[in-house]
């Protein structure tokens, strides 16, 4: 109750989100993980930590759960 509804919009919406980020990691071609799919030019570690895999693997248990 309260507020303008956006946390309501978003929580409609989060599994529609997580489904279209797998989709595009998926549908990347490359091997590990690029700027296009899951490093960031803003990373603090270089991107060493993003791993495409690993970042499929949690999305899909997301929409599983």
Known sequence: PGG???TQRGYDS???W????????????????CPSCVQSPKCGN???SLDKAGALLLLRRLLEA
Not at 18 to 33: K, Q, S
């Open 18 to 33: 997580v489904a279209d980020t797998a989709a595009m990691l998926a549908g990347c071609p490359c091997e590990h993980g």
């Open 4 to 6: 303008v509804g956006i």
């Open 14 to 16: 989060f599994e529609g």
């Open 46 to 48: 270089l991107n060493q």
